[in-house]
């Protein structure tokens, strides 16, 4: 659970701009998914298989920008 808890913090303060839209999505997920772990209950696969493909993304964005420089 403590290896759980610590990978969302790393991943808020990573998706920390709510302005960006990508990100915005990515941390709506992560607070759904951190509310199931929160209470015990079994979050759907489908919120992490979400969760993935918003950060494949997002990290694909970054490195078309990366390559631009």
Do not use: C, W
Not at 13 to 29: G, I, P, R, T, V
Not at 43 to 56: A, T
């Amino acid at each position: 659970m403590t290896k759980i808890q610590s990978t969302i913090t790393l991943l808020r303060l990573y998706f920390y701009d709510e302005d960006n839209m990508q990100h915005k999505a990515a941390l709506k997920k992560i607070y759904e998914i951190n509310h199931a772990i929160n209470i015990n209950q079994k979050f759907p696969s489908e919120s992490l298989d979400e969760l993935v493909d918003i950060v494949r993304k997002i990290l694909a964005d970054e490195m078309k920008k990366v390559e631009g420089v």
